[in-house]
């Protein structure tokens, strides 16, 4: 089946800091990929959908500026939480579209767990 | 707008007994629909879907869900549950379109008594 990564798994950071989150599609080429936030006990926010090579669309209320979105190829997408504070403290899970697959089916990454100090 | 509502925030079940996890959803025509199950600190693990045709679905790990069109339901079940089974379960419906957007309900939260 498809598979998706991300890394880091953990991150911890201090506040005003940046911190990178990469999403790799390890076995299939993903044109689409999606950025989920979710706070304990909670479903899945979808923050913003990732195009390769064209500019991610947001969902309403997610700042552009502050989760900025880059799918530069194929397999790779990352998302880049700027001046990060203790309130963006959450699990970001990405997910891919295999276009091999059926309709709509994302894979899903593992998740990572980013704490700002 | 289209929504998926999992009426039950959390359920307690025997080891063996049945289980039902119920999911409505409102969408404009006929849904794309997923299970997801997450275990703590996890991604979330297809369980199964429905696009079309039969209305009783099989998914992996003995689960099963039946589309009812006339109700707007999609719920999940299995005959005897195991208790690693335990996790969070999502409901979810797929936006037709380029988008391939999924929209998540609540969660159910499965504990499962020895």
């Known amino acids: 089946g498809a598979v998706v990564s991300q890394h880091p798994s953990r991150v911890i950071c201090k506040s005003g800091t940046s911190v990178k989150i990469e999403c790799r599609s390890l076995d299939f080429q993903a044109t689409t990929m999606f950025w989920y936030r979710q706070f304990p006990k909670q479903s899945l926010m979808l923050m913003a959908t990732s195009n390769e090579g064209s500019k991610a669309t947001y969902e309403q209320g997610v700042e552009k500026d502050k989760f900025l979105i880059n799918h530069a190829s194929l397999t790779l997408s990352t998302l880049t939480v700027t001046s990060a504070h203790p309130e963006d403290s959450s699990f970001y899970i990405c997910?891919?579209?295999?276009?091999?697959?059926?309709?709509?089916?994302?894979?899903f990454g593992p998740g990572t767990r980013l704490t700002v100090l | 707008a289209q929504s998926v509502t999992q009426p039950d925030i959390h359920i307690t079940v025997s080891e063996g007994a049945s289980l039902e996890l119920r999911c409505n959803y409102s969408y404009g025509a006929t849904p794309y629909l997923f299970w997801y199950v997450q275990s703590p600190g996890q991604g979330l693990q297809l369980l199964l879907k429905?696009?079309?045709?039969?209305?009783l679905v099989q998914g992996i790990k003995g689960f099963e869900a039946e589309f009812k069109r006339s109700q707007s339901s999609f719920n999940l079940r299995k005959p005897s549950v195991h208790w690693s089974d335990a996790a969070e379960y999502f409901c979810?419906?797929?936006?037709?379109?380029?988008?391939?957007?999924?929209?998540f309900g609540q969660g159910t939260t499965l504990q499962v008594k020895p």
């Open positions: 429905y696009f079309s045709g039969d209305t």
């Open positions: 979810a419906v797929g936006v037709k379109g380029n988008t391939g957007k999924l929209i």
């Open positions: 997910s891919a579209s295999d276009p091999g697959a059926s309709y709509n089916e994302q894979f």
